[in-house]
């Protein structure tokens, strides 16, 4: 635990922080997955580019987990050890796919971020003032989170004119 470094922290308590780092790291895993093994799974018009991007977006999200533990681990706190620990403590939350096609996985996905979104959004909130090493590190995830969304929302609007395009043109 980094003594002086935690001494900066003022008006919160750093086992609040601690818990809403484990949270976001438990999000972090199950986002890792989801992109994973939908990238697995997806079936449809242009899944190729949609595999390309759930990949990135995968490793995106390990790296996320990686910053998140190792601010836990400065703080002097434990990041969840035992993945079953994740949906217990997951603000987001993980919903299997059910669905292989190409529009609903990116559809599932951008539900994801937007979560990840908000979550962040609260933790920076939360810490703006407080902590400033971990206010910077969740608003560099945050960043990422957005372009998620944005990159996500992008090339599910381009398949979905591709389809309706594909159909005019079959009429």
Known sequence: ???VGNSIIKDIEISEIIHLLNRAYAD???AYYQYF???KVVKGIMKDAAIVELNQHATDELRHANMIADRILQLGGTPLLDPNEWIKHTNCGYDAPRNFDVVAILKDAIKGE???INTYSKIVDITRNKDIVTYDIVSQILAD???HEEDLQTLHDDITEFITDLKK???
Do not use: D, F, G, T
Request: with cysteine.
């Open 169 to 171: 043109n079959l009429n």
């Open 28 to 30: 972090e895993w199950l």
């Open 37 to 39: 093994i939908e990238s």
């Open 145 to 147: 989170e957005v372009e």
């Open 1 to 3: 635990m980094a003594r």
């Open 114 to 116: 937007q979560c990840a």
